[in-house]
């Protein structure tokens, strides 16, 4: 069974610091991976995605992610934190074996302090 | 294009009590879903539709229906409304077909739903 796992509930880190945003998962087949970021009270919105190639992903805000698929994680990173980045995130799986279904954490929030 | 669009925003209802979540979205995509996001619990899967007229159910449906006539609309139906399913409900969706696996979602704005 598919499943995604966000070991911290809370990620605090200063402004101009790198942040790190850790998830693990596990699928049947191939994974499709994805991390969306949600603001207050709005949707989610896609940051990047992993289907193959490259295990560096590069996606919008400057954020990038890590596909390791021997640790079967996929850890967001970026550089340089702002205090505009704080906010909630998901890391979410689906298999390459044309299920439907896509498998969210739990979520994740970062709060950057200035 | 607006994407997807959600109504309401906001809702309060008394246990018992029926109501239908709009989503509607512009893009043609195949493939949308409902989503309830409680804290601590992520995004679980209420109920989804691979095309019009196609329906299934997702991790959670109890207590909901859902119908898809048009390719557009995919409303979510309360039946009898239940303190547990105070939540915030969000719709999504993506193009399908055979390469759909590996398609973005894009989700509605949300209804933030209360039941006394």
């Known amino acids: 069974a598919q499943s995604v796992a966000q070991p911290e509930d809370q990620v605090n880190v200063a402004e101009g610091n790198p942040l790190t945003v850790k998830c693990t998962y596990s699928v049947s087949g191939n994974p499709y991976l994805f991390w969306y970021v949600q603001y207050p009270n709005r949707g989610l919105q896609f940051l990047l995605k992993?289907?193959?190639?490259?295990?560096l992903v590069k996606g919008s805000y400057g954020f990038e992610a890590e596909f390791n698929k021997s640790q079967t994680s996929f850890h967001l990173k970026k550089p340089s934190a702002l205090v505009s980045d704080s906010a909630l995130y998901f890391c979410a799986v689906r298999d390459d074996t044309g299920g439907f279904k896509t498998i969210f954490g739990a979520g994740t929030r970062l709060f950057v302090k200035a | 294009n607006a994407g997807v669009t959600q109504t309401p925003k906001f809702q309060v209802l008394k246990t018992g009590q029926s109501m239908t979540l709009q989503c509607a979205q512009d893009m043609n995509h195949e493939y949308m879903s409902w989503y309830r996001q409680d804290p601590g619990m992520g995004l679980r899967l209420i109920h989804y539709?691979?095309?019009?007229?196609?329906?299934d159910q997702g991790e959670v449906p109890n207590g909901y229906n859902v119908s898809r006539s048009t390719t557009e609309d995919f409303p979510l139906r309360l039946l009898s409304a239940a303190p547990s399913q105070t939540s915030v409900y969000f719709c999504a969706s993506r193009p399908g077909g055979t390469s759909g696996s590996a398609d973005t979602q894009y989700f509605g704005p949300g209804t933030r739903l209360t039941v006394l």
């Open positions: 992993y289907i193959t190639g490259d295990n």
């Open positions: 539709s691979v095309g019009a007229g196609i329906t």
